[in-house]
Nanobody, 120 residues
Framework: QVQLVESGGGLVPLGGSLRLSCLASGFTFERAAMNWYRQTPGKARDLVAQ????????IYLESVKGRFTASRDNGKNTAYLEMNNLEPDDTAMYYC?????????????WGQGTQVTVSS
């Protein structure tokens, strides 16, 4: 059973930092790309960052480039999102996600989310 469990969210002042964690289980973590999405009420989820299976390649939403860093520890089955210089527009529910080749088009799995709130 695939499980993704996020942690590390919270209330942080403008310019502050947080590190989100996503503990994965139920699949071969070191073979899977890991994604971080965020969502605010009434809006679609946006891809914030992606890190490939080896950690050698990452992509970021334009607005977080230079502030957010995705990383992973394959030995701990954990993905991380380091967020620095946080802005009010970063306030959202953050979700960990992976897409596994368990069907013809792949199956998408989500964690329960962790809330990040940036106070101005």
């Amino acid at each position: 059973q695939v499980q993704l469990v996020e942690s590390g969210g919270g209330l942080v002042p403008l310019g502050g930092s947080l590190r989100l964690s996503c503990l994965a289980s139920g699949f071969t973590f070191e073979r899977a790309a890991m994604n971080w999405y965020r969502q605010t009420p009434g809006k679609a989820r946006d891809l914030v960052a992606q890190i490939r299976s080896t950690g050698s390649s990452t992509i970021y939403l334009e607005s977080v480039k230079g502030r957010f860093t995705a990383s992973r520890d394959n030995g701990k089955n954990t993905a991380y999102l380091e967020m620095n210089n946080l802005e009010p527009d970063d306030t959202a529910m953050y979700y960990c996600n992976t897409v596994l080749p368990t069907s013809a088009y792949g199956d998408s799995y989500w964690g329960q989310g962790t809330q990040v709130t940036v106070s101005s």
